[in-house]
């Protein structure tokens, strides 16, 4: 303890200079640390990048055969993925179809007639009119080839209102067989008559003949040679691959062929939508020169990231470049940073992104930067670390003396109290050793002396010795009842024991108390008699508790034998029995020899005997008033004790009730 206190002081000595001395080597720690934890978790990227990269390299080349496909798995932070080999784009194989990147509207615009008729075509009373006015002018012949077009689309739109499934499918196959047609409102009418076509199907419930139409307006798109409409094309496949997934009779051979497929080909599409719009980008990016030995090199536009991997990540003249996510990216890194900052949240620093937005720390009012350095993250991020605030080291270097002193104060406190413990350990540890060995000693004798008498008795008896009948009835009695001493000193030993295994060992019941206690009365009443006691009992009929009998009959057993093995004749024993209020109350009330208040305390505790000049005359285990507290405690009761030497003792138990 001395070296120790020596220590403590020495150190808070010195405290000021050993704050100093920690943030410094901390500082440098966590830059250290957050560094390698950014490294680790862009290697990590890029290694599940290039798994992902060679999955798609074996995936079939034919869209048609992606119901044998296995699910591909996404790498988060990274929003699409590029193959190329020897400078050609292998997936997605159908961005070879992209035109431009220009978006395409149509010029067309309605005639007053046409906006006329679109708007009647709301008025449902109006419907047979308008479909004999527009089947009238499709027969035109000068009829323009946009407004026959329009003229077919109103007819479809009040079939299909009217449920008149058959003939909006007719009309449907006459426009789809004139493809490139132009709408008011679409620049392609191609996508959606085929979306039209393919929910009037599912309509019909003709689920095998949307199957095919689905797989057959596919194959023409793959035979296409070039893409005009990505979303239009995403939304019609996504769609109808959904319908299809709905469909509660599609096998599950077919379910999974179409789940493939609709996962494969709409990645396609968003991949070659992203393609279409940064083909400049991904030009820059594929023919660059990389001066990284990795075979990393990214590259920035706008809010568009890129990075290209080359050799030696991947081998021969493959590349991959991927589009990243920079949101989950971005996320994804501060997860694992996150991790490592809260390990040294006594070090100020900040990090953030080229827009000198904060990502992770803080920003103090007016401390000095001592540090910073570029994390090697695309977008670049930067590592800003501070001095720390003289006020604060200070303020640090007090709470630690405080903290020192208090451990210094508290180890004494501890080990003094600790001694004092020890040592009341020690003493009662000697004193439970000693009623032990006189509870051995007491059940010994207690068991050694009933089996002597009975032994005798029986010998007596077998060899012949006793020939008068009024002396086998003499020493049969004897025998039984020196049989049931032994018979109830076994009982108590049992019952202790059980109530050493909790309340699991008991079979909880209703029952009337008064009976309980009546029973025990009736067994006990002839050795009370016998020496020379006079009893008065007060029991009242329907005392119901929530019990266990067997324990709640030892209670009652333990307390009315000690009132008669501690009361010497002529002695008077009361024994109540009765309700009061929510409470069922049972006292047992002696004029014996009564209980020193010093020793009131202990009476109930396991093996302990009052003194020995009663023990000497009085034998017994010392586990009948154990017995009872115990009782009492499991069944929530409460137990109180009167005595005074020479004056006799009142012990009342108090249950709750129960109606």
Same mark, same amino acid.
């Given at each position: 303890?001395?070296?120790?206190?020596?220590?403590?002081?020495?150190? !808070?000595?010195?405290?000021?200079?050993?704050?100093?001395?920690?943030?410094?080597?901390?500082?440098v720690s966590?830059?250290?640390?957050?560094?390698?934890?950014?490294?680790?978790?862009?290697?990590?990227?890029?290694?599940?990048?290039?798994?992902?990269s060679?999955f798609?390299?074996?995936?079939?080349?034919?869209?048609?055969?992606?119901?044998n496909?296995?699910? *591909?798995k996404?790498?988060?932070?990274?929003?699409?993925?590029?193959?190329?080999?020897?400078?050609?784009?292998?997936?997605?194989?159908?961005s070879?179809?992209?035109?431009?990147?220009?978006?395409?509207?149509?010029?067309?615009?309605?005639?007053?007639a046409?906006?006329?008729?679109?708007?009647?075509?709301?008025?449902?009373?109006?419907?047979?009119?308008?479909?004999?006015?527009?089947?009238?002018?499709?027969r035109n012949?000068?009829?323009?080839?946009?407004?026959?077009?329009?003229?077919?689309?109103?007819?479809?739109?009040i079939?299909?209102?009217?449920?008149?499934?058959?003939?909006?499918?007719?009309?449907?196959?006459?426009?789809?067989?004139?493809?490139?047609?132009?709408?008011?409102?679409?620049?392609?009418l191609t996508?959606?008559?085929n979306?039209?076509?393919?929910?009037?199907?599912?309509?019909?419930?003709?689920?095998?003949e949307?199957?095919?139409?689905?797989?057959?307006?596919?194959?023409? *798109?793959?035979?296409?040679?070039?893409?005009?409409?990505?979303?239009?094309?995403?939304?019609? *496949?996504?769609?109808?691959?959904?319908?299809i997934?709905?469909f509660?009779?599609?096998?599950?051979?077919?379910?999974?062929?179409?789940?493939?497929?609709?996962?494969?080909?709409?990645?396609?599409?968003?991949?070659?939508?992203?393609?279409?719009k940064n083909?400049?980008?991904?030009?820059?990016?594929?023919?660059?020169?990389?001066?990284s030995?990795?075979? !990393?090199?990214f590259?920035?536009?706008?809010?568009?990231?890129?990075?290209r991997?080359?050799?030696?990540?991947?081998?021969?003249?493959?590349?991959?470049?991927?589009?990243?996510?920079?949101?989950?990216?971005?996320?994804r !890194?501060?997860?694992?940073?996150?991790?490592?900052?809260?390990?040294?949240?006594?070090?100020?620093?900040?990090?953030?992104?080229?827009?000198?937005?904060?990502?992770?720390?803080?920003?103090p009012?007016?401390?000095?930067?001592?540090?910073?350095?570029?994390?090697?993250?695309?977008?670049?991020?930067?590592?800003?670390?501070?001095?720390k605030?003289?006020?604060?080291?200070?303020?640090?270097s007090?709470?630690?003396?405080?903290?020192?002193?208090?451990?210094?104060f *508290?180890?004494?406190?501890?080990?003094?109290? =600790?001694?004092?413990?020890?040592?009341?350990?020690?003493?009662?540890?000697?004193?439970?050793l000693?009623?032990?060995?006189?509870?051995?000693?007491?059940?010994?004798?207690?068991?050694?002396?009933?089996?002597?008498?009975?032994?005798?008795?029986?010998?007596?008896?077998?060899?012949?010795r006793v020939?008068?009948?009024?002396?086998?009835?003499?020493?049969?009695?004897l025998?039984?009842?020196?049989?049931?001493?032994?018979?109830?000193?076994?009982?108590? !030993?049992?019952n202790?024991?059980?109530?050493?295994?909790?309340?699991?060992?008991?079979?909880?019941?209703?029952?009337?108390?008064s009976?309980?206690?009546?029973?025990?009365?009736?067994?006990?009443?002839?050795i009370g +008699?016998?020496?020379?006691?006079?009893?008065?009992?007060?029991?009242?009929?329907? +005392?119901?508790?929530?019990?266990?009998?067997t324990?709640?009959?030892?209670?009652?057993?333990?307390?009315?034998?000690?009132?008669?093995k501690?009361?010497?004749?002529? =002695?008077?024993?009361?024994?109540?029995?009765?309700?009061e209020?929510?409470?069922? +109350?049972?006292?047992?009330?002696d004029?014996?020899?009564?209980?020193?208040?010093?020793?009131?305390?202990?009476?109930?505790?396991?093996f302990?005997?009052?003194?020995?000049?009663?023990?000497?005359?009085?034998?017994?285990?010392?586990?009948?008033?154990?017995?009872?507290?115990?009782?009492?405690?499991?069944?929530?009761?409460?137990i109180?004790l009167?005595?005074?030497?020479?004056?006799?003792?009142?012990?009342?138990?108090?249950?709750?009730k129960?109606?």
């Open positions: 303890m001395a070296i120790l206190s020596y220590l403590s002081f020495r150190n !808070i000595q010195n405290e000021n200079y050993l704050i100093q001395k920690n943030f410094d080597e901390n500082r966590l830059q250290k640390d957050l560094e390698n934890a950014l490294e680790k978790e862009q290697s990590k990227i890029f290694q599940e990048t290039k798994a992902a060679l798609l390299y074996e995936l079939p080349k034919s869209l048609l055969e992606f119901g496909a296995a699910s *591909f996404d790498v988060k932070g990274i929003e699409a993925i590029y193959l190329y080999n020897n400078g050609n784009l292998v997936y997605p194989d159908i070879s179809k992209l035109l431009s990147h220009a978006d395409h509207f149509s010029d067309a615009k309605p005639t007053l046409e906006s006329a008729l679109y708007q009647s075509e709301q008025d449902e009373s109006k419907w047979q009119e308008l479909e004999f006015s527009r089947e009238l002018l499709a012949p000068l009829l323009s080839t946009n407004d026959l077009v329009q003229n077919v689309l109103g007819l479809i739109r079939a299909y209102k009217k449920k008149d499934y058959n003939e909006a499918l007719r009309l449907l196959k006459i426009l789809e067989s004139k493809p490139k047609l132009q709408g008011y409102l679409h620049a392609d996508r959606p008559i979306l039209l076509h393919f929910d009037i199907l599912v309509k019909m419930k003709k689920h095998q949307a199957e095919d139409y689905c797989l057959f307006v596919l194959n023409q *798109f793959l035979q296409e040679k070039s893409i005009e409409d990505i979303p239009s094309t995403r939304f019609f *496949f996504e769609t109808a691959f959904t319908q997934l709905s509660e009779n599609l096998k599950q051979e077919k379910r999974e062929a179409f789940w493939n497929l609709r996962g494969n080909f709409n990645r396609q599409l968003a991949y070659t939508e992203i393609l279409m083909q400049e980008l991904f030009q820059r990016t594929l023919y660059s020169e990389s001066q030995k990795t075979g !990393i090199l590259k920035s536009e706008g809010d568009v990231t890129l990075f991997m080359s050799y030696p990540m991947l081998p021969g003249n493959q590349v991959v470049i991927a589009k990243v996510d920079e949101s989950a990216y971005r996320d !890194i501060l997860d694992k940073l996150k991790n490592i900052a809260q390990r040294w949240n006594n070090v100020p620093f900040s990090i953030t992104d080229a827009k000198d937005s904060l990502l992770l720390g803080s920003v009012d007016s401390a000095t930067i001592l540090n910073q350095t570029s994390l090697g993250v695309a977008p670049s991020w930067q590592l800003t670390l501070y001095e605030d003289i006020g604060e080291i200070q303020k640090e007090r709470h630690r003396m405080f903290l020192m002193y208090g451990l210094l *508290f180890s004494l406190i501890t080990v003094i109290f =600790g001694s004092f413990f020890m040592l009341r350990f020690f003493i009662q540890e000697h004193k439970l000693a009623m032990k060995a006189n509870f051995l000693s007491s059940v010994s004798h207690e068991l050694k002396t009933p089996l002597t008498s009975i032994k005798m008795f029986a010998e007596m008896m077998a060899r012949g020939m008068k009948v009024e002396k086998v009835q003499e020493y049969s009695g025998i039984n009842k020196e049989a049931s001493r032994l018979e109830n000193l076994i009982g108590a !030993i049992l202790y024991t059980r109530m050493e295994h909790g309340t699991g060992a008991f079979k909880w019941e209703k029952l009337d108390f009976i309980c206690v009546k029973k025990v009365f009736e067994a006990v009443e002839d +008699v016998e020496k020379g006691l006079s009893f008065k009992t007060q029991i009242a009929p329907n +005392v119901y508790v929530m019990g266990d009998y324990a709640l009959y030892s209670l009652a057993q333990n307390l009315i034998e000690n009132a008669i501690y009361t010497n004749a002529p =002695g008077d024993i009361e024994i109540k029995v009765y309700n209020d929510d409470r069922a +109350v049972f006292s047992v009330i004029t014996g020899v009564g209980i020193p208040s010093s020793e009131q305390k202990n009476i109930f505790n396991d302990y005997r009052v003194g020995d000049e009663m023990t000497r005359s009085t034998k017994g285990s010392g586990l009948g008033l154990a017995i009872v507290k115990r009782v009492a405690e499991t069944h929530k009761a409460t109180s009167v005595s005074k030497p020479g004056k006799g003792s009142n012990f009342t138990v108090r249950f709750r129960v109606d």
